[in-house]
């Protein structure tokens, strides 16, 4: 293409865009993954409120706050005056989710998957709707590129550890997680397998059940360890004090919001995390 | 138009606490139940006003099964004073009383009730304790406010030339001398306008000197029933009660 | 011939109203007020800045005069699809439980208790939550059928049965013993509470989440799709409970002496554990669990009235409802644009003011 007409063609996309553009100055944006995106196609100074999970960059965390993604109140939202509203499939409840359709702000809403390919697809998706297709084609390929590099790297690494991803809120339930959930998709990017892959969601887990699976490593999300007081409690908790895994110390700290949120951070600290568990891992003789 | 028992018989548990328990109380004629403890005497009443259905037998009042009366035109011709109030809430003592115009709703204006309230308080005299909390009362004047709330359900006559039947379970319990004196004369002022009283006593010296007719209760059957003078005989007062020796009241 | 009692002395000819029921229509009134003035707040009052000729305008239009149109449609839609639906449904289910919570008051003769006591949160909670636990396994054909009104209608289901239950167990010889009513309801809802817990053992993350919210109420997410049914029942409730003022009344003074008053104290059990079921059922649907208000607000006004049925179930209707319009104010503005949940608003108001209210009348209030 031609100099001059790359410059005709911008130009008439500039113009075909303007009323759009010029229609996202203030955007409420809802779910860590939507915030994080924002951000890196440069945006983020346009965003007037987000919700609590939007915890990165850093300037998001100063943002005020319309309440939790599954809880939002629909005139909070409205009362920021945002002209446009960008939420993940998480959000709720579902009344307030209506009432925002309802108000005629403009609205985009994801759809919730676990994967590197969502994350494209996310990208993409909201870089049309602030019409900034063009960077959004290069996070696009930026984010590919980091995977591609990330693959190599995990793939590089040269192991399949079974994985026994956990989870317990305070005095709750243990459980673990099967397919259809962020973790899984954490499992799958650093190529490892599921032990509990034969179900979906949450499952309340026992000592038997996972001595029974017998993973070779044990993720457990880091703020979860903090609040149950530690690695050390992650290690002895009786869901998994019997398991070689736990005997061995091969439990490893995820950040979910770097790791578990798939945004455009998400293959680097997949990577981070698969070459963390190599290293430390404590080889059982198998 | 008397309020009779026939053949009625109370059964709990396998035991017969009334008996094939017959006889008749007529207006404007003051009669008494009498009798030791778990005669009976307040299972025949129960059952004379009522509250409670026979399990052999029937029960009328002036002239109708008691079952077959709706409970409001019940309700207009006979008022109960129960041994005891179960009221655990602060009402002030006049709406206690107001309570018994209940069932005359949609049968009588604001007015009269107010009137018919007033004038109850006053013939039981309470009405320096109307706007007292009723709870905080001694025992005598809840049982003067719970009397005057009877008299207040059926002060009118309920048809033309209707009895009004007032039914008493022991009225004088908790009362100073001077109450259970003037509540006998007061009860002896309606027997003579016509009411039918019929109370469960204890105190045999007030039955002799108030009532005109007993019912002498003893093991769940009707013992004797006729005029006071004639029932209360020394010799019967010793057997019924189980003393030592005769008893003549005075 | 003695003077009439001062009480009714005062009650002339004229004017026929004792001090008491003087009183009686006076916080009936300045309930009134309270209540229209909740409503007026839920409507003008928001995170969102709306100027009074803004809503003026808008409010104009409904009447057919003008059109709103200087009035943005983000500002029109949150006053006539947010607020609007928000205050009517806050008002009734301030109405609800405050009238539910009088009536069941009456229904066990003691002033502590209140809707819970016959398993009506409970039973709804405890539905609800296997709702949000089991939706997408279990009971997901029958949420697929329901569509958006699963929650509550199922919610609203768990209520009634919980009652029905609870009802026909303490049913002997054809009457209904309250004593043994109040037993069956902690039994019941000992019941519902392992129920909770194991489904919140099941719960994952996220509806864990969802659950907790539920169970600590809101209006949140209140349209008029949703406000109207439940608005419905809650109408026929509070009217309903309202006609129950007289015999409850005499129901203070202990069943056998209500019965010898010529009241149906059978039938008017009944009613009132139906119709308290059926409104409390509605807003438990609706909003989730908000506690207190059928405790407190009762108290509140029979401090004043007194006991007597006919100032205290209106007044608690109307004072209910200006207590749950003043709480959700404070519910949607204090961390705006984040809400606060009501439950927690009405419970951090209640319960202080509960125990206030226990020091300060324990010779009075009819518990002794």
Redesign the interface.
Known sequence: MSSFTRLFATAAVAVALYPISSAQERIVSVGGDVTEVIFELGLGDRIVAVDTTSVYPLPALALPKVGYVRQLSAEGVLSVEPDMIIISGAAGPIGAVEQLRASGVDMVEMETSYSIDATLEKTRIIAEALGVEQKGESLVSEVQASWAEASEKIEALEFEPTVLFFTAVGDGAPRAAGVETAAQGVIDMIGGINVFGDYSGYKPLSLEAAVAADPDIILVMAHNALALGGKDKVVNHPALSLTTAAQSGNVFLVDATRVMQFGPRTPEAAADLAEDIKENMVRNGS | MAAQLKNVSIIRSGRAILEDATGACQPARFTAFCGPNGAGKTTALSVL???LRPDRGSAALSGQDIRTVD??R???Q???V?QT????????S???VS??R??H?GRTT??VD?EI??EA??KMDV??L??R?Y??LSGGERKRVDIARALA?VWEAPEAGGTRWLFLDEPTAALDLKYQISLMRELQDLKQKGWGIVAVLHDLHLVKKFADHVWLFKNGKVEAIGEAKSVLTAERIQSVFELDAPYTLP | MEASPPALEAASSANLNTNRERIGVLVLAGAALLAMIGMAIGVLVGPLQITLSEFSAVALSWVGIGDAESVSRVKTGVIENIRAPRSVLGALVGASLGIAGAAMQGFFRNPLADPGLIGVSTGGALAAVAVIVLGGTLLSPILVFLGAFALPIIAFLGSLITVAIIYRVSVFDGRVIVATMLLAGVAANAVAASGIGYFTFLADDAQLRDLTFWTLGSLGGAIWDRVLPAALLMLISIAGLLTLARPLNCLLLGEADAETLGIDVEATKRKAAFLTALGVGAATAVCGVINFVGLVVPHVVRLITGPDHRFVLPGSALLGAALVLFSDLVARVSVAPAELPLGVVTAAIGAPFFFWLLIRDKRTSGLG
Request: no cysteine.
């Open positions: 006003t009522g509250a409970r409001g019940l309700a207009r006979r008022a109960v129960a109030s179960a009221l655990t809430f602060p009402f002030q006049y709406e206690v309570m018994g209940a069932p709703l604001r007015q107010l309230v007033n308080i006053r009405t320096h109307a706007e909390n709870l905080t359900q």
